[in-house]
């Protein structure tokens, strides 16, 4: 119902005092000043102070395949994720972050290069502090449907070496 979709919206939006604004960019912050002033300083404020409401959703350690088919040509776009519920203290930002750019060149060097299993691929961390503190190892990569199976276990492989280094 488009009327009761606007009531929502009117609803959500009335009140943005606990909304954060993130400004990204090469930013002058004496020129910007005036400008956030403007237009966030003139936006009413009920101060309800809301807090998320979050349902007792679990995470499941299962995959989840969804196939949208799109085009004429065969080419599967996929999103593997590798998951850990460790608290996201610095120290653990700082480890995956790490692991992140030497798992993306691995990847690419490894299932990209040598393989040549896909058109592209990248990794990077994702840190989530709601409802549950969970990081994330996400890998984006492109390839022949045929490839999927093979690429995602030699991600795990990959993953599970560069996590199990001793250093001395």
């Avoid at 009335?14 to 005036?34: A, H, M």
């Avoid at 593997?80 to 519920?85: A, E, P, V």
């Avoid at 691929?121 to 984006?140: C, G, N």
């Amino acid at each position: 119902n488009n009327k009761r979709a606007q009531e929502i919206y009117k609803e959500r939006f009335s009140d943005p005092s606990s909304f954060t604004f993130v400004l990204v960019g090469n930013i002058d912050f004496n020129t910007v000043k005036p400008i956030i002033e403007k237009y966030l300083g003139g936006l009413p404020a009920k101060n309800n102070n809301e807090k998320p409401n979050y349902r007792d959703i679990k995470i499941s350690d299962q995959t989840k395949t969804d196939v949208v088919k799109s085009g004429s040509d065969p080419k599967s776009m996929v999103i593997t994720n590798l998951q850990s519920f460790e608290p996201n203290t610095l120290e653990n930002k700082i480890y995956l972050t790490a692991i992140s750019y030497i798992l993306d060149d691995s990847l690419i060097d490894q299932i990209r290069e040598q393989k040549q299993w896909t058109y592209s691929i990248s990794a990077y961390p994702r840190f989530i502090q709601e409802p549950q503190q969970a990081q994330y190892l996400s890998i984006f990569y492109s390839c022949q449907p045929n490839r999927v199976d093979s690429i995602n276990n030699e991600i795990i492989k990959i993953a599970k070496s560069l996590t199990t280094i001793n250093v001395a």
